[in-house]
């Protein structure tokens, strides 16, 4: 499956963003993962088929993972931004249990006044 991410860009702290990620088919778990400048990868949230969602703890409470399995998009609402949260965000998905993830190409986003 290709994963297109968009919605990503330059907000001021506190400020909210709405990324959404675009599948050429159906997904079966997804997830958003992010890379800060100099620093490795990392998971954001995780969305499985069954229902259960995981955060990382800096995304409890602010970041909101959700699909549209229907338009085989999915999204991440980011609220109360921080400058900690800049970096590339990339979507992952899977198309059946245990199947190898693929990658978007990732959207940049900028948290600065």
């Known amino acids: 499956v290709q994963l297109v991410e968009s919605g990503g860009g330059l907000v001021q702290p506190g400020g909210s963003l709405r990324l959404s990620c675009a599948a050429s088919g159906s997904t079966f778990n997804v997830g958003w993962y992010r890379q800060a400048p100099g620093k490795q990868r990392e998971l954001v949230a995780i969305d499985t088929r069954v229902g259960r969602t995981n955060y990382a703890d800096f995304a409890k409470g602010r970041f909101t993972i959700s699909r549209d399995n229907a338009k085989n998009t999915i999204y991440l609402q980011m609220n109360n931004l921080k400058p900690d949260d800049t970096g590339v965000y990339y979507c992952?998905?899977?198309?059946?249990?245990?199947?190898?993830?693929?990658w978007g190409q990732g959207t940049l986003v900028t948290v600065s006044r």
């Open positions: 992952a998905a899977n198309t059946y249990s245990g199947g190898t993830f693929n």
